[in-house]
């Protein structure tokens, strides 16, 4: 049954509203448009840093019938230049401005251009190829440019590179109109060493060896914008299978044999069973030419969806016969991600990269769909409220919580849009959507949607358009609170009772920053009884106060779990029964939302404080039987004990801690659970006898019994060991290394070896050494350096290093992709909980008020537990 959220009398105040805002910002125009006597006269666009909107609008109504074809040859030493050669061709609508071409790399990188078969000047500057207007002709033109191509997005390595160019990096490595609305075909030539694999966009044309090179000849690509541009050459495995009668292809460097043997088939069948889904879901077969994809050692991403060439994180398809439900499931619904990326994203995609959440959002969205029907044994409805709500919480909750969609005036800062927000809030509202439309009129607006800008690009108001007209209710008021805006409301009740009856339940909502905004949702509401009878109830709270009629007449409960079902957005009230009677809770969705929900309560100050809140976790642990819900226990423990614990109370409880954890793991049948609680264990143990327990494990390589530990847990084992400073006779890392099999995890250990070193002046050391960017090349492998240097058993000597932390932070964002400058502030300031510590953010702050605005956002979101914990630690 359709609930309408309200009526468009209702809104007719915040629909004006909205209206005001699309007025100030006028859309992009689509690739191609019609030049206008006024436009062909306007003055051209100031060549300025990154890609401004202006310029891209500018391109966007004066270029089309792009393509590019593009040579490099890739030496064996990653350290040499690679030359290249490139050509574009396109349609001008009009040629009597300057146009220009993006390339962010050093002038002198540029050896010859030549624009309609004429040699012309280089003109290079501010990131920009300009070409001059007289060289330039109305209608079809050729730019030839010979050049060597820019390093910061190849990824080199000793003997494989990869390209990652979302969301403007393509000009990072050759001349580009860098803009999503400028979509093209690309037609690559690759000369590699002979011992070389590729894998690029397009088909694999022809292949010739020559003097100990090997030269591969792609076909054209698919038309698709700049950023899904992608090919990975190196020493690769090449393995093809068919499946469902769709040829795939995998180039993978994985060594353990076990991991091939116990991953390879669910790889390929997840795939298939995606790519079955979204065809059938959308109406639409599979929109391009071949579909094969790349697993790379510590990719920066899970994965990235490039067009017949998807990129992923090794580690995250390879696993173990460890593996627990969890990670299987992370797998899957990875892989189903990218594939609906196909649709969501690169069939479809975004003018501008303000709206670049619609395409994360449909992919988590489907992906999430996907996943239900691929693995028919997990639960969908908990696996969605662990994914998506602790996440998006972690956001929204902070002072520099963002809106879904957000403003872009250049590309150049469109990387710090990604983040939980978009990945985590915007599902939920989306599933918000599709209960308020009902799942075949959503579904059916979507497929319109697909249909209509196939191959182009629309933007989130063309789609609120198209789904507007399937609906009775005012999708357009309803999208200015839940995507225009953050932030998340906070519920309280009003419970009234006579005879044994309920006479009256009230609801009232309340934004968290104390602002007049209400989030219209449907939740539902669990009435619990002593005889363990359970009564649920749905709520349309599609007002600030809403009475609830169906309660009325209804028995007195002995407690109202909220939300119960999951999926309503905000802090619900905590009814002062529920900490104490979460076991009579029969379905692992209402514990899950229990969790949560003390959680939250409890970061607010509003239920209970964080030590009684670890003990209702402790007590609960023994008595949890769902997996996912020990997963998020666990977490929750680990969170409260490290951040909002003082170090001596830490220390104090930790025996008892470690005790409880081993008891729970013994007596737990499950292995992946074992395991869950084993790693509780690990990262909680401080007595001397919780870690000699772990130093035996790791030393004998014996694991507890039930738990399958692989070559991965036992390193893990050993950097937890060596945070903590044990005493073995050897040094344990360097013992570690040599039990790595795989070069390039070898290589991951080495890294990090001085990070954990036990001397402060090594560790100091290794910190200045990532001033220097080359030394930040392997973004994971940064930041899992980080998490061992500031971690709260290090913090005393660390937190001198939250200054220049923090000052690096613009240049990180400059030169890493996309997650990296969250990641960098996660890693440094995710443990911290000094007063100094939360000073230190205050003055950086203070001291740069006219800092850029996403990034000061990206670091009070990672500093808010600082925050907290300057509230909550005592």
């Known amino acids: 049954m359709i609930f309408p959220v309200f009526s468009r009398s209702y809104t007719s105040i915040l629909l004006l509203g909205l209206l005001l805002a699309a007025c100030t910002r006028a859309p992009l125009a689509p690739a191609g448009a019609p030049v206008t006597a006024t436009t062909a006269q306007t003055a051209a666009p100031a060549v300025v840093a990154g ?45 009597g401005q300057p146009l220009q071409l993006d390339f962010r790399e050093r002038t002198a990188s540029l050896r010859a251009l030549r624009v309609n078969g004429r040699p012309v000047p280089i003109d290079h500057h501010d990131e920009h190829l300009v070409l001059p207007a007289a060289s330039l002709r109305a209608g079809a033109n050729a730019v030839e440019i010979d050049f060597v191509a820019g390093n910061q997005s190849l990824n080199r390595n000793d003997d494989y590179l990869y390209t990652l160019l979302v969301p403007d990096r393509a000009r990072t490595v050759f001349p580009v109109f860098d803009q999503p609305n400028l979509k093209a075909a690309f037609t690559l030539t690759l000369t590699l060493p002979e011992t070389w694999d590729a894998l690029a966009n397009g088909p694999l044309r022809d292949s010739t060896v020559a003097a100990g090179h090997k030269t591969y000849r792609f076909a054209p690509s698919d038309t698709i914008s700049t950023y899904l541009f992608s090919f990975a050459a190196g020493r690769f495995t090449r393995l093809p299978r068919t499946v469902a009668g769709r040829t795939m292809q995998l180039l993978h460097r994985e060594t353990d044999k076990s991991k091939l043997a116990l991953s390879l088939d669910p790889i390929f069948q997840i795939h298939a069973d995606a790519l079955a889904f979204m065809e059938t879901y959308t109406g639409l077969p599979y929109p391009f030419q071949k579909f094969d994809f790349a697993a790379l050692p510590d990719f920066q991403y899970g994965g990235m969806e490039h067009v017949g060439a998807i990129d992923y994180k090794a580690s995250s398809l390879f696993l173990d016969e460890g593996a627990t439900q969890d990670q299987k499931i992370a797998r899957s619904n990875l892989i189903a991600h990218e594939t609906a990326h196909m649709w969501f994203g690169d069939l479809v995609t975004m003018q501008w990269f303000n709206d670049v959440w619609m395409k994360e959002v449909f992919a988590n969205f489907m992906a999430d769909k996907i996943t239900q029907v691929a693995l028919p044994e997990s639960n969908y409805d908990l696996k969605f409220v662990i994914d998506h709500y602790p996440a998006a919480y972690g956001v929204d909750r902070t002072t520099g919580a963002n809106p879904i969609r957000q403003n872009l005036d250049n590309l150049s800062d469109a990387g710090s849009l990604y983040g939980g927000i978009i990945y985590h809030k915007a599902p939920i509202m989306m599933r918000q959507l599709e209960r308020l439309m009902g799942e075949e009129p959503f579904r059916d607006g979507l497929r319109a949607y697909l249909r209509q800008y196939a191959h182009g690009n629309a933007t989130w108001p063309d789609l609120i358009r198209i789904l507007d007209a399937r609906t009775p209710a005012d999708l357009q008021a309803w999208n200015q609170v839940w995507v225009n805006q953050p932030g998340r409301p906070v519920f309280d009740y009003d419970l009234q009772t006579a005879q044994g009856k309920i006479t009256n339940l009230r609801l009232r909502q309340q934004a968290e920053d104390g602002s007049d905004r209400i989030w219209p949702q449907f939740f539902e509401v669990l009435l619990v009884y002593p005889n363990g009878r359970t009564r649920e109830l749905t709520v349309n709270q599609n007002a600030r106060e809403v009475l609830v009629p169906v309660a009325v007449g209804e028995p007195a409960p002995s407690f109202i779990l909220f939300n119960s079902t999951g999926l309503g957005y905000g802090v619900f009230p905590i009814d002062k029964p529920l900490p104490a009677s979460l076991a009579t809770l029969p379905a692992p969705v209402a514990r899950a939302a229990a969790y949560v929900n003390l959680y939250e309560n409890m970061l607010n100050g509003r239920a209970l404080a964080p030590a009684e809140l670890l003990a209702v976790v402790r007590r609960q642990l023994p008595r949890e039987t769902e997996e996912l819900n020990l997963k998020l226990l666990t977490s929750q423990l680990t969170d409260v004990y490290w951040k909002l614990l003082p170090p001596a109370r830490r220390a104090a409880l930790a025996p008892a801690l470690e005790t409880e954890l081993w008891r729970a793991m013994e007596q737990n049948p499950a292995p992946n659970v074992k395991k869950l609680l084993f790693k509780a264990y690990q990262s909680v143990a401080l007595s001397q006898a919780a870690q000699a327990r772990l130093y035996r494990i790791w030393d004998q390589q014996q694991a507890p019994t039930g738990v399958k530990l692989t070559e991965d847990d036992y390193t893990s084992l050993a950097l937890a060991l060596a945070v903590r400073d044990y005493p073995a006779p050897a040094p344990i ?142």
């Open 51 to 95: 890609v401004s909107r202006e310029l891209a609008e500018d391109r966007a109504r004066r270029v089309s019938r792009l393509g590019y074809e593009l040579s490099l040859t890739v030496p064996a030493d990653r350290a040499a230049p690679i030359e290249a050669t490139e050509t574009v061709r396109f349609h001008l609508a009009a040629a």
């Open 733 to 874: 890392l360097p013992r570690q290394l040599t039990r790595i099999q795989n070069p390039d995890r070898r290589k991951r250990m080495e890294f990090l070896l001085p990070a954990l070193a036990p001397d402060v002046a090594t560790r100091d050391a290794f910190f200045a050494s990532l001033s220097d960017e080359k030394n930040r090349g392997k973004e994971a492998w940064v930041t899992a350096a980080l998490a061992y240097l500031h971690h709260p058993l290090r913090a005393a000597s660390s937190e001198k290093y939250l200054p220049q932390s923090l000052a690096l932070l613009e240049e990180i964002q400059r030169t890493g992709d996309i997650f990296f400058p969250y990641s960098w502030l996660q890693a440094t300031l995710g443990s911290y909980q000094t007063p100094t510590a939360a000073r230190t953010v205050r003055e950086f702050l203070t001291a740069h008020p006219t800092y850029n605005p996403q990034l000061r956002a990206k670091l009070l979101q990672a500093a808010d537990d600082v925050f907290r914990a300057e509230k909550l630690v005592k």
